[in-house]
């Protein structure tokens, strides 16, 4: 299977927005549910959100309000909308088959106060 791609990313200041994207092959993508996770210098990588094939959304608690998280089944494709940019959402954001073990190379969030 190859691996997810991200884009997206980019550097902005606090209050900004952006919408990531992730594009994943149909073996990865169908009939699964899809999850962002994101990994700050330093620190462990966190899932922060994820989208059951019937669109049902799960977020973080510390997201929660600021990320939409959505997904396009004809593209294989799922998407994060970031809001409200925060300089801790600072981090290279992946997305993932929530049970399946292939990572992408992710894409970089980087938020300056």
């Known amino acids: 299977q190859v691996q997810p791609v991200e884009s997206g990313g980019g550097s902005v200041q606090a209050g900004g927005s952006l919408r990531l994207s992730c594009t994943a092959s149909?073996?990865?993508?169908?009939?699964?549910?899809m999850a962002w996770y994101r990994q700050a210098p330093g620190k462990q990588r966190e899932l922060v959100a994820s989208?059951?094939?019937?669109?049902?959304?799960t977020y973080a608690d510390s997201v929660k309000g600021r990320f939409t998280i959505s997904r396009d089944n004809a593209k294989n494709t799922v998407f994060l909308q970031i809001n409200s940019l925060k300089p801790d959402d600072t981090a290279v954001y992946y997305c993932?088959?929530?049970?399946?073990?292939?990572w992408g190379k992710g894409t970089q969030v980087t938020v300056s106060s």
């Open positions: 149909g073996g990865i993508f169908s009939m699964n549910t």
């Open positions: 993932k088959n929530l049970q399946g073990t292939i």
């Open positions: 989208i059951t094939t019937y669109n049902s959304p």
